[in-house]
């Protein structure tokens, strides 16, 4: 009787697994509090974080942060724009070659991206919801891979 319900909560546990695991690799972009979007589009998103655009839709500056070279950041520009990582750098490059824009702030931890964003109301950047606190407000959130 035992060994049926340790198997039980067995098949239980690994049915539930990739339910978990998959809520943890939710990634949100977030912006400061005191920032007075509520939302973004994914246009908003991708015109902000590819350089089209420095400005939220209500015309405040908008100042992107960007991740170190990790999976989340490998997600997020998969996802949002359907580029691999040397895309994306190989993007900047043209831009910045012609004068044309400047990339994203580079911070090398989502701790660091949250210390700005806690010091400036027009950052923006972007992490897995694990990630975000109470200081911070969700305003787009990357459908599951």
Known sequence: MMKHVRIRILVLALLLLPLLAGAADSIVVVVNQANGIESLSRTDV???FMGRFREFPSGIAAQPIDMPASATRTQFYRTLVKKEPA?????????VFAGRTAPPIQ?????DALRILRTNPSGIAYMERSQVTNREKIVFELPAP
């Open 46 to 48: 991708v015109n902000i």
């Open 87 to 95: 895309e994306i750098n190989a993007y900047w490059a043209r831009l």
């Open 107 to 111: 911070v090398d931890s989502p701790g």
